[in-house]
């Protein structure tokens, strides 16, 4: 029988991450004698859900006799369909019993006979102890979301909205960040109005999500996280010993070195986890890829690698306040949520600015974008975009919509294309045909309706202006770093956090002084409270030098750990 998988044609090099071998890995018996060892084993009747969508949680389930199918449940527009049939020694799960989304797909006793049910407590403690099943495991749950993202299993979560709504982009980029199977209906097509139509919805009820029997109205990115179980949850009594404010590539390293090395981990991102580096197409100076990798790719792996620890993620969720009084230290959300914790990194990263012109914010997801990532390059297909920014980010954005768009501007500020990107970037924008490089030049004016349709560019040496048709704006000039939510911490002039050496006798207070010692590597001015990657005064603003800063910070937490505060 057919697994209703999509179809992945076979590598002449060797198995691909999402052939059947890996999908559906063959346990020896060994294997499985171990795996069941975690389980509780049950008997179970033909036609019993032991695995139903929607639930909060649910359990790997190892079948030991017997039949189980996989269904993704009936939507608005199919019905029920079977995703993938498993017998004696299959195991059933998928990337959510490591991400801690509610499940999509139930599962259903075909032929009765007995699993073994393990908990998400002791799927935790096998993926920590057992290093060969754990291997094993969490390649096959990778694989078969790589799998489902792209296949008609897609449709059991479908975002429906316009293509020019800020908040339909927001939940789109949202989707794709987390890597959830979905489908996006743009309501100004034709299958959109249809969609409207059947359904009996109007536009002020848009951006919506049908998620199986649910429908979400005007949703946000935070209904959308809440729904499927990735809004903060307490992790039960007692206190975090690590709280990590912000999942980019510093946090998100921090996350897996604190988690891994027994701390109870807490991260929290006010948008997604990735920070700048998954609005990056691609990162091919990053060590160990060669070939280079999307900096939406490199997130999502992370994120795993940081949940298989036992870190608990959630996003969006903003921290409005860090309070750091003689109660100790907490983070509190917008909801008043108070997480208290024995040690935090701050590592919320600096975020793109914008121009000072207007309509520029009445744009921003009509046109104007910080990011290129696959979605917003498949959104510039056929249509002439310009770039705006001289760093790495913009040269990446540039090669990655030049394949694709009617014309690619790369305008900088500056006069010389080198002054701030990497070489072997800009020799492959030189000898680009596609990509029209305007140096000494700036944007200076917006042009269109509902959506962005033209850019007013101005030659910074003769002041000559130009309008050009323009349908895709990507942003990436400067950084702001995102403290303004902080307010004990002792920040540089431009709001950057400063830690250790950089600190003065005037930021240290009578705090220290008891404590008797120095400020540790990346300590702020409060004891306890760290900051790494591009949110910290004098950091290199590279993901590399991120990822190491939010290592090394995390050895920092053992040692302040190590002594009272």
């Given at each position: 029988?057919?697994?209703?998988?999509?179809?992945?044609?076979?590598?002449?090099?060797?198995?691909?991450?999402?052939?059947?071998?890996?999908?559906?890995?063959?346990?020896?018996?060994?294997?499985?004698?171990?795996?069941?060892?975690?389980?509780?084993?049950?008997?179970?009747?033909?036609?019993?859900?032991?695995?139903?969508?929607?639930?909060?949680?649910?359990?790997?389930?190892?079948?030991?006799?017997?039949?189980?199918?996989?269904?993704?449940?009936?939507?608005?527009?199919?019905?029920?369909?079977?995703?993938?049939?498993?017998?004696?020694?299959?195991?059933?799960?998928?990337?959510?019993?490591?991400?801690?989304?509610?499940?999509?797909?139930?599962?259903?006793?075909?032929?009765?006979?007995?699993?073994?049910?393990?908990?998400?407590?002791?799927?935790?403690?096998?993926?920590?102890?057992?290093?060969?099943?754990?291997?094993?495991?969490?390649?096959?749950?990778?694989?078969?979301?790589?799998?489902?993202?792209?296949?008609?299993?897609?449709?059991?979560?479908?975002?429906?909205?316009?293509?020019?709504?800020?908040?339909?982009?927001?939940?789109?980029?949202?989707?794709?960040?987390?890597?959830?199977?979905?489908?996006?209906?743009?309501?100004?097509?034709?299958?959109?109005?249809?969609?409207?139509?059947?359904?009996?919805?109007?536009?002020?009820?848009?951006?919506?999500?049908?998620?199986?029997?649910?429908?979400?109205?005007?949703?946000?990115?935070?209904?959308?996280?809440?729904?499927?179980?990735?809004?903060?949850?307490?992790?039960?009594?007692?206190?975090?010993?690590?709280?990590?404010?912000?999942?980019?590539?510093?946090?998100?390293?921090?996350?897996?070195?604190?988690?891994?090395?027994?701390?109870?981990?807490?991260?929290?991102?006010?948008?997604?986890?990735?920070?700048?580096?998954?609005?990056?197409?691609?990162?091919?100076?990053?060590?160990?890829?060669?070939?280079?990798?999307?900096?939406?790719?490199?997130?999502?792996?992370?994120?795993?690698?940081?949940?298989?620890?036992?870190?608990?993620?959630?996003?969006?969720?903003?921290?409005?306040?860090?309070?750091?009084?003689?109660?100790?230290?907490?983070?509190?959300?917008?909801?008043?949520?108070?997480?208290?914790?024995?040690?935090?990194?701050?590592?919320?990263?600096?975020?793109?600015?914008?121009?000072?012109?207007?309509?520029?914010?009445?744009?921003?997801?009509?046109?104007?974008?910080?990011?290129?990532?696959?979605?917003?390059?498949?959104?510039?297909?056929?249509?002439?975009?310009?770039?705006i920014g001289g760093a790495n980010s913009a040269g990446q954005a540039a090669l990655a919509l030049a394949p694709v768009a009617g014309s690619v501007a790369l305008v900088i500020r500056g006069a010389d294309i080198a002054a701030g990107m990497s070489?072997?970037?800009?020799?492959?924008?030189?000898?680009?045909?596609?990509?029209?490089?305007?140096?000494?030049?700036?944007?200076?004016?917006?042009?269109?309706?509902?959506?962005?349709?033209?850019?007013?560019?101005?030659?910074?040496?003769?002041?000559?202006?130009?309008?050009?048709?323009?349908?895709?704006?990507?942003?990436?000039?400067?950084?702001?770093?995102?403290?303004?939510?902080?307010?004990?911490?002792?920040?540089?002039?431009?709001?950057?956090?400063?830690?250790?050496?950089?600190?003065?006798?005037?930021?240290?207070?009578?705090?220290?002084?008891?404590?008797?010692?120095?400020?540790?590597?990346?300590?702020?001015?409060?004891?306890?409270?760290?900051?790494?990657?591009?949110?910290?005064?004098?950091?290199?603003?590279?993901?590399?030098?991120?990822?190491?800063?939010?290592?090394?910070?995390?050895?920092?937490?053992?040692?302040?750990?190590?002594?009272?505060?």
């Amino acid at each position: 029988m057919t697994d209703g998988l999509t179809d992945v044609p076979p590598s002449p090099d060797g198995p691909r991450a999402t052939d059947d071998a890996v999908v559906r890995p063959d346990l020896s018996e060994a294997q499985l004698a171990r795996l069941r060892a975690y389980g509780t084993r049950e008997e179970v009747a033909a036609g019993e859900l032991v695995i139903r969508a929607g639930d909060p949680t649910y359990d790997l389930i190892v079948v030991e006799r017997g039949t189980v199918d996989v269904v993704r449940p009936a939507t608005r527009a199919t019905p029920e369909a079977t995703v993938i049939r498993l017998g004696a020694g299959g195991f059933i799960g998928e990337l959510d019993l490591v991400t801690g989304m509610r499940p999509w797909l139930s599962a259903r006793v075909v032929e009765a006979g007995s699993i073994h049910r393990i908990p998400p407590p002791r799927f935790r403690r096998m993926m920590a102890e057992d290093d060969d099943l754990s291997a094993i495991i969490l390649r096959a749950l990778i694989a078969r979301r790589e799998r489902l993202r792209f296949g008609a299993t897609a449709q059991s979560l479908e975002i429906v909205g316009s293509a020019t709504d800020p908040v339909a982009s927001a939940l789109r980029s949202y989707a794709m960040r987390r890597a959830l199977p979905h489908v996006w209906v743009d309501a100004g097509s034709a299958e959109g109005r249809a969609l409207l139509d059947a359904t009996g919805l109007r536009d002020e009820d848009l951006p919506a999500v049908f998620a199986g029997e649910s429908t979400l109205l005007r949703a946000t990115p935070g209904e959308l996280a809440e729904h499927l179980g990735f809004a903060y949850r307490p992790m039960g009594e007692g206190v975090a010993d690590l709280v990590i404010v912000g999942a980019g590539p510093a946090g998100l390293a921090a996350a897996v070195y604190g988690a891994s090395e027994g701390l109870r981990t807490v991260v929290l991102d006010a948008v997604a986890p990735g920070g700048q580096a998954a609005a990056s197409a691609r990162i091919e100076n990053y060590l160990g890829f060669p070939t280079g990798l999307g900096g939406a790719e490199l997130s999502q792996r992370a994120v795993v690698q940081a949940m298989k620890f036992g870190a608990q993620l959630s996003a969006p969720c903003g921290v409005a306040a860090l309070e750091t009084g003689e109660d100790g230290l907490a983070a509190v959300l917008a909801d008043g949520t108070r997480i208290a914790a024995r040690a935090v990194i701050i590592a919320t990263g600096a975020r793109y600015r914008s121009l000072p012109l207007p309509r520029w914010d009445e744009l921003v997801g009509a046109g104007i974008s910080y990011a290129a990532t696959e979605m917003e390059v498949r959104g510039a297909v056929g249509r002439p975009v310009a770039v705006i920014g001289g760093a790495n980010s913009a040269g990446q954005a540039a090669l990655a919509l030049a394949p694709v768009a009617g014309s690619v501007a790369l305008v900088i500020r500056g006069a010389d294309i080198a002054a701030g990107m990497s070489s072997y970037l800009v020799e492959r924008i030189l000898s680009d045909p596609r990509i029209e490089v305007r140096t000494s030049t700036e944007v200076t004016g917006l042009e269109g309706g509902a959506a962005l349709e033209g850019i007013v560019l101005t030659d910074r040496a003769t002041g000559a202006a130009e309008t050009r048709p323009c349908e895709g704006l990507f942003c990436f000039i400067g950084a702001r770093p995102a403290t303004a939510w902080l307010r004990e911490i002792a920040l540089d002039e431009d709001g950057f956090i400063l830690t250790d050496l950089r600190l003065t006798p005037d930021d240290l207070g009578e705090a220290w002084r008891a404590l008797g010692r120095a400020p540790l590597p990346f300590e702020t001015s409060v004891p306890g409270v760290f900051a790494a990657g591009d949110v910290r005064h004098g950091s290199m603003k590279r993901v590399a030098a991120a990822v190491g800063e939010g290592a090394s910070a995390v050895r920092s937490v053992h040692m302040a750990l190590a002594v009272p505060v």
